[in-house]
């Protein structure tokens, strides 16, 4: 292809340069085709002449003079002007600097401006795509570099323009472009594909993969009915379901992750490092879930914002009244604690050995420290859900400077030890922990 190139630059400069030198070309043709005239006049002209000697000795014409007069003026207005040697020498010799121009110009100018080095990159790789093929797809001990893939890739482009309804040839061409981060060219190979050939699973699977990574809503509501319908054909299709899992992650559908990735567990090894990942998966969404829940619960707590520090020892009276029976917190905060000017304590009750969820919960503006608070039943976060009803508890109190109880790496913390129910002395609960 090299070798031809060249052959064909070289035809066309040939043919520009014949171009070029045609007006030289014509310049000559005519001024040779003056000179011919310029002959035949003056031979006309001598013709004539003696014809008009002949008809004075024969006394057949009265005034010669005026005849030969007129002669002449008809010969000057036949003769062509003719250049002078040294103008002629130069116009002759204008064709050749002019041809020179063109070659050199032509060639000076391809070799800053062309893409010649492209080219011959290109035709290396095409020379060196079999190998690459076979290097990518059948050499098990082999590690392509960076290099042999964007080769590899262009090799393919090559071959997909020649043939462009291969559409195993745009799925690769689509991962090749997913490896180096060209989203757009990858979603436009792989839409080749899907339209070549919409059944195959593989294509389906990248083709909602890319549509899913885009960021537009309109395209991800797509990927997820295209996945809907691949999931009906194909139920136990490990990768679709764990795609599918993704979406449900991407929405905080918790609860939904979690059924897809169970369904996941059943179609593999229980012992795999894969089921490992899964149940990671589904413990995380679950603390997602307990933590989500806790901040919405914490959101309905009770916001003391007129509780006040109405005794010496700081007691805040809270609201509402107690309900049953009532303990009594007092809490302080460490030395090393740096206590904000603004924020609020929350102040929640955990069941001993049970889950994470506050079972009754007060959020109010950050006090002075020692301060006392009341916890009862009037304080439980769920309906039906008393604090009555654990017979053993503990009491955690932290100070929040934005007030999210969602938020705590950061914050300061503390506890209380366990309590049983209708425990009389007051509970104490020193915040001295940070927490990470």
Known sequence: MIIQFWLASILLVIIASVLLTLPFIRSYTNRQQGDRRNQLNRALYEIRLTELESDEAQDLIVDKETLRTELQHNLLDDVIDKETPADYKKSKMLWLPAVLILIFGSYGLYSSVGAYQQVEQWQSVMERYPDLQNKLFNDQESRPSEQDLRDLKLGLRTQLSQNPNDADGWLLYSRLAMVFKEG??????????????????????????LKMQTGDPALQNQAEYLLTELIKEYPNELEAWSMFAFMALEKQDYATAIQRWEKMLTLIDDNSQQAGTLRDSISYAKQQMKEAKTANNSDSVIDNDSASVTNPDSRIETLPAAIGVTYRVDISVADNVIVPKNGFLFVYAQAVGGPPMPIAALKIKLPGFPASIEFSDANSMIEGVKLSDFPNFIIKARISVDGNASNSAGQWQGQSAAIAAGQKPNIKVNVSELVK
């Open 184 to 209: 757009e060219v990858a979603l436009d190979a792989i839409k080749k594909a899907y339209l070549l050939n919409p059944k195959s699973l593989n294509i389906r699977l990248v083709y909602i993969q």
